[in-house]
């Protein structure tokens, strides 16, 4: 059984992968890629197996081989960075992947998720908050960042919260790159919740989440009172609509210049994707 779903999948991702080069690269591309010229003695067997490493094809098997995590790990991140994956073949295998005994696996398919999931997958990730790994937790906050669902708002509120010394009995976040993306997060939710949890965090200790909390707050709120807790705490306590000027929330997307042998053509370019909003996000109201 799984043999057979595992091809099913690597038919579609390969099939995928002919109609995107016949399209995009022109004929001459195309002849290329399917040729198999071998470059060197290693094994590869295409220009563009040279620079990427394993095919999308392959990663299909890869991302469900019961014998190695790395290879799980790898294909998973490697379909989950592929535009066509949110059908719903590919969510199967993300949705099975982000139980993962291996942190890595979860993480991959946490982003995979993510990027094509809807506000109904928002709860795997809001599982993750709570992961005794503290890379899972940053995926887990990342990728909430994508996904709007009001759910979600306690849990990253208290992904939010400094430790406090005085009263270790409260839930909290130990990592102060886990509130980091927890703060940002928030950004997204016109709640009274939110806006305590984000001036409390102008007081972290961390000054990257004192930063977070102060782009959040501008965000939901129109203004900017820097990260004195008291000038915002006034403010807030004085107006009847504190939501009335927001402004749209925008995720951070991944970006970066291209490599050397990113400009030898018909080498596909950095994965580099424009900024939105999450999917799910309410745009009414909000200029």
Request: proline share 8%; aromatic share 8%.
């Amino acid at each position: 059984m799984q043999n057979g779903w595992c091809m099913n999948l690597r038919g579609r991702i390969v099939d995928h992968r002919i109609k995107r080069a016949a399209c995009g690269a022109g004929l001459a591309a195309f002849i290329v890629v399917l040729s198999g010229c071998r470059l060197d003695t290693k094994g590869q067997d295409s220009i563009l197996a040279a620079f990427q490493g394993p095919s999308v094809g392959d990663a299909a098997l890869m991302a469900v081989d019961p014998y190695s995590a790395d290879n799980r790990y790898k294909g998973t991140l490697i379909i989950g960075s592929q535009p066509f994956a949110g059908e719903e073949l590919y969510m199967r295998l993300f949705l099975a992947n982000i139980n993962d005994p291996d942190p890595r696996v979860r993480i991959a398919s946490m982003r995979a998720i993510a990027n094509h999931g809807r506000p109904e997958h928002a709860p795997l990730l809001i599982n993750g908050l709570s992961h005794p790994d503290a890379l899972v937790r940053i995926e887990a906050a990342r990728g909430l960042q994508r996904l709007y669902n009001e759910d979600a708002i306690d849990p990253l509120v208290i992904a939010s919260k400094e430790p406090d010394l005085e009263k270790p009995e409260e839930p909290a976040e130990t990592s102060a790159a886990v509130r980091v993306e927890a703060v940002d997060a928030l950004g997204q939710y016109a709640d009274d919740r939110c806006v305590q949890a984000l001036v409390a965090a102008l007081n972290d200790s961390d000054l990257a989440v004192n930063r977070a909390a102060q782009n959040s707050l501008r965000t939901l709120t129109g203004q900017d009172f820097g990260l004195s807790q008291r000038q915002w705490l006034d403010w807030y306590e004085d107006t009847k609509s504190p939501f009335a000027n927001r402004a749209v929330y925008e995720y951070n997307a991944f970006s970066r210049p291209k490599k050397w042998y990113e400009h030898i053509p018909f080498v596909p370019p950095p994965p580099n994707e424009p900024t939105s909003s999450p999917n799910g996000y309410p745009l009414g109201g909000v200029k």
